[in-house]
């Protein structure tokens, strides 16, 4: 059984940095460790991912000279760091696995693979 669960969230002022943390449990293969965030009325959006292939990183271009993608392989968690926030980046994020090399984008797009439970971000003054 695949488990996916995140850790942060909360709220944080324009300018300011958080960090989200997730635990993937259960999956075997290849697979792709993502984040992904959702805001009401707009498409989801594929941030960033990690392959365990080690064939790429990802990161949606908009986003790449703010956020970063690491993991701690040894104990399966991803981390999304979060520097300088803006408004715009309140959202519900959410963690992903999916199996084998999918885009992030696609994964995203058509709610592939495992999600966790979602986490609510709010940047405001």
């Known amino acids: 059984v695949v488990h996916v669960v995140e850790v942060g969230g909360g709220s944080v002022q324009p300018g300011g940095s958080m960090t989200l943390s997730c635990t993937i449990s259960?999956?075997?293969?290849?697979?792709?460790m993502a984040w992904v965030r959702q805001t009401p009325g707009k498409e989801r959006e594929g941030l960033a991912g990690?392959?365990?292939?080690?064939?790429?990183?990802y990161y949606l271009t908009s986003i790449k000279d703010r956020f970063r993608i690491s993991r701690d392989s040894a104990n399966n968690i991803i981390y999304l760091q979060m520097n300088k926030l803006k408004p715009e980046d309140t959202a519900i994020y959410y963690c992903?696995?999916?199996?084998?090399?999918?885009?992030?984008?696609?994964?995203?797009?058509?709610?592939?693979?495992?999600w966790g439970q979602g986490m609510q971000v709010t940047v405001s003054s």
């Open positions: 990690i392959y365990t292939s080690g064939i790429s990183t």
């Open positions: 259960g999956f075997t293969g290849e697979y792709v």
């Open positions: 992903v696995a999916a199996p084998g090399n999918p885009e992030v984008r696609r994964v995203a797009a058509a709610r592939q693979g495992y």
